[in-house]
């Protein structure tokens, strides 16, 4: 069994920053990409970054003002967020491919998410 556990979600102002933090835990034999994903009111739930062992990919609306990491000795994905929008406000999930053994292909997996907030 395999969890993700976001935090570092909360409240900030326009302008400001905040560090999402995702710790995978469990039977992983390896983890294939680990991403962001988020969901505002109302809206379907899209794509913010993603980091694998070729790079990392970033949604148009978070390019140059987010930054995707990746520890692998903590199995942690974080999460930079930086210049913050009202329009960013959204829960933000954590995804992953991880694979818990070498015989089978990599499962996906969902942290529950942590909301985020941008207000004045």
């Known amino acids: 069994q395999v969890q993700l556990v976001e935090s570092g979600g909360g409240l900030v102002q326009p302008g400001g920053s905040l560090r999402l933090a995702c710790a995978a835990s469990g039977s992983i034999f390896s983890i294939n990409a680990m991403g962001w994903y988020r969901q505002a009111p109302g809206k379907e739930r899209e794509l913010v970054a993603t980091?694998?062992?070729?790079?990392?990919t970033y949604a148009d609306p978070v390019k140059g003002r987010f930054t995707i990491s990746r520890d692998n000795a903590k199995n942690t994905v974080y999460l930079q967020m930086n210049s913050l929008k009202p329009e960013d406000t959204a829960v933000y999930y954590c995804?992953?491919?991880?694979?818990?053994?070498?015989?089978?292909?990599?499962?996906?997996?969902w942290g529950k998410g942590t909301p985020v907030t941008i207000s004045s």
């Open positions: 980091i694998t062992n070729d790079g990392m």
């Open positions: 995804n992953a491919l991880i694979r818990y053994s070498v015989l089978f292909s990599p499962n996906e997996y």
